[in-house]
Every structure is written in structure tokens, then in C-alpha cells.
């Protein structure tokens, strides 16, 4: 079992090594971060709005354009993991199937939460530890303490590194450019 994670981990960090000399928090074309249609997107985007990302984490989640700058952002730093945890805990809330439940639980166990998981998110060990006790029966909530723990580590540690980002003042200077 271990020898055909190895594989899975080392493919992983060739590609994440790979994209080092790729890096930057520079977006000069913002084609690549912008869902839907970039240029009419960046066009609709207004100052104000890209402005108010900057009063609250939850304001930019809440933006469909704040999330995706936010996921790009997240990417240079090999850190979109925790984002996507938290996106497929908002996904999850919404299930209303019972069968759906337990599959879609243990699918977002394995790939955020377990030890090794392949974009594990880093929490606790009593967070996890919680989690996994939560499995054996899933319920909505199975997965509210780990989801709060990343969003508090987001808010805290990321957000704040976003707003001072390349990417975030770019965006904002194409914006008040587009005014002028």
C-alpha cells in the first residue's frame, strides 16, 4: 500500500517543484484567474466592489470574482488545498440525500482531513481526531470544527497575505485604470 502512494507523492512534487520556476503573485492578464468570460468579467468587475474584499474574508468568499483571485492567489503559494476544503464543506452542507451523505463525507475525509491525504489540510490532531469520530456517523455538521479551523487559519494567516498581494493590487490598478 505504501509503495503506490509514493509514486502519487512524488508525481505531485515534480509538478509542484516543476512550477517553482513559473511562479509569480504577478497578473498582468487576469484571463487566467477570472471565471466565465475573463475580459467581460474584468470589465463588469468595479473598483468598489474588488475594493470591499479588503472588509472581510467573508466578503471576498461571497464574490464570485474575490473567490477565484483568492484561488489563484492561494496556487502560487501551494496552499489552495485549504480553500477547496472549505468549498466542499459549503457543497456538503447542502446535501440533502441521506445516501449521498456518507459517500460524500468519506470522499472529503480522504482527500482533506486523513493523514496522507493527497491535499491534506493542515488542522490539529484533536481536529482531526474529532472528524474521524464524526465519520462513523456523517451528519451535516461531521465536518464543522475542521471547517472552521481552516477558515480561521485562511482569514488569519492568507487573506491578510492576498490584500498586501501582486495579484490583489494589480486587479485593483486594472480597475481604476478601466476609469480613467
Not at 482531526?128 to 480561521?152: I, W, Y
Not at 487559519?153 to 490598478?173: H, N, Q
Request: glycine share 2%; proline share 3%.
Amino acid at each position: 500500500m505504501a509503495a503506490l502512494l509514493i509514486p502519487r507523492r512524488n508525481r505531485g512534487m515534480r509538478t509542484r517543484l516543476g512550477c517553482l520556476s513559473h511562479k509569480s503573485d504577478s497578473y498582468n492578464d487576469f484571463t487566467a484567474i477570472l471565471p466565465d468570460k475573463p475580459n467581460r468579467a474584468l470589465k463588469r468587475l468595479s473598483t468598489e466592489e474588488a475594493s470591499r474584499w479588503a472588509d472581510s474574508f467573508d466578503v471576498l468568499l461571497s464574490h464570485k470574482y474575490g473567490l477565484a483571485a483568492f484561488r489563484a492567489f492561494l496556487k502560487t503559494e501551494f496552499s489552495e488545498e485549504n480553500l477547496e476544503f472549505w468549498l466542499a464543506c459549503e457543497d456538503f452542507k447542502k446535501t440533502r440525500s441521506a445516501a449521498k451523505l456518507a459517500s460524500k463525507a468519506q470522499r472529503i475525509f480522504e482527500e482533506f482531513i486523513d493523514v496522507q491525504a493527497p491535499r491534506e489540510v493542515n488542522i490539529d490532531f484533536q481536529t482531526r481526531e474529532l472528524t474521524r469520530r464524526n465519520m462513523q456517523e456523517p451528519s451535516l455538521s461531521c465536518f464543522d470544527q475542521a471547517q472552521g479551523k481552516v477558515h480561521s487559519l485562511m482569514e488569519k494567516d492568507s487573506y491578510p497575505r492576498f490584500l498586501r498581494s501582486k495579484i490583489y493590487t494589480d486587479l485593483l490598478s486594472q480597475t481604476q485604470r478601466r476609469l480613467s
